[in-house]
């Protein structure tokens, strides 16, 4: 059980370490969702992993925005086309975070939030320099262990943490590999996705405190096993519903 205990050692260290950013990271996402608008969420290589974690699936709600691109997290083709060197080459490309987010309206009542396991990259860096161009509140999810073991890449030899309202530390540590084995001279596993998860799903609980009271928590995706198949299925359309609403009001051109 080596990965287990390191990995529950990552989990008490962002509990001990990370309750403050945590919270500041949920206020601003609940302003964003209980005013009607969206916290934006983008992540490249598997800093896509929390993306999806934060909706749509179970226990989740409207308000958060995903934002991917295939060609940087499209990871099972491996070699050839589609490839691992074709998708870590693109999330290294200056520019390009600028024409992904020319498809939308960046509004300052809104936020982002970027995952970036290093936080080096260009595309993560450029998402939040944009974003505060346009007054949007950046949260950063990122390892600072890691971001400060290697030199920038950025031409402006800035991280992404350089660029952010709030940073969430992964509490992981340089090169993601929790534990060393017998034989190898490296380290094996990595954790920054399980702590990324168990960040968002924090973050998703809390905003979902903060809503509630209000009445402005949006609807739940909720089992069947929980609430019954038909009051289930309306959950689920309610949802989309309002989903397809928010994402549409950030969309550039939809209006």
């Known amino acids: 059980m080596n990965w287990i205990r390191r990995a529950s050692e990552v989990l008490d260290a962002i509990t001990r370490t990370q309750g403050d950013a945590i919270e500041a990271a949920s206020r601003l996402c609940a302003a964003a969702i ?14 896509r992993i929390p993306v999806e974690e934060l909706f749509p699936r179970y226990g989740s709600y409207p308000g958060y925005h995903p934002i991917v691109e295939l060609s940087m997290t499209f990871h099972t083709q491996i070699v050839g086309a589609n490839g691992q060197r074709q998708a870590m080459f693109i999330e290294r490309m200056e520019g390009l975070a600028e024409q992904i987010l020319a498809n939308f309206t960046l509004r300052s009542s809104d936020a982002l939030m970027v995952f970036s396991a290093t936080g080096l990259n ?12 346009a007054a949007v509140p950046v949260i950063a999810v990122t390892s600072l262990a890691s971001t400060h073991a290697a030199p920038a890449r950025h ?5 992404l943490a350089d660029h952010a309202d709030v940073v969430i530390d992964l509490c992981t540590p340089a090169g993601d590999a929790l534990c060393d084995v017998d034989g190898s001279d490296v380290p094996v596993g990595p954790g920054s996705t399980l702590a990324a998860v168990a960040i968002v799903n924090e973050i998703k609980v809390r905003v979902a405190e903060l809503l509630a009271p209000a009445g402005t928590l949006p609807p739940v995706l909720t089992s069947a096993a929980l609430i019954g198949a038909e009051e289930s299925q309306r959950r689920f359309e309610a949802a989309y519903l309002d989903h397809g609403t928010r994402a549409a009001a950030v969309l550039r051109g939809a209006r």
């Not at 260009?122 to 161009?133: D, G, L, N, T, Y």
């Open 34 to 47: 209980g005013g009607g608008g969206v916290v934006h969420t983008f992540g490249s290589g598997h800093s």
């Open 122 to 133: 260009a595309v993560p860096i450029e998402m939040a320099i944009q974003a505060r161009k």
């Open 155 to 159: 031409s402006s030899g800035t991280r």
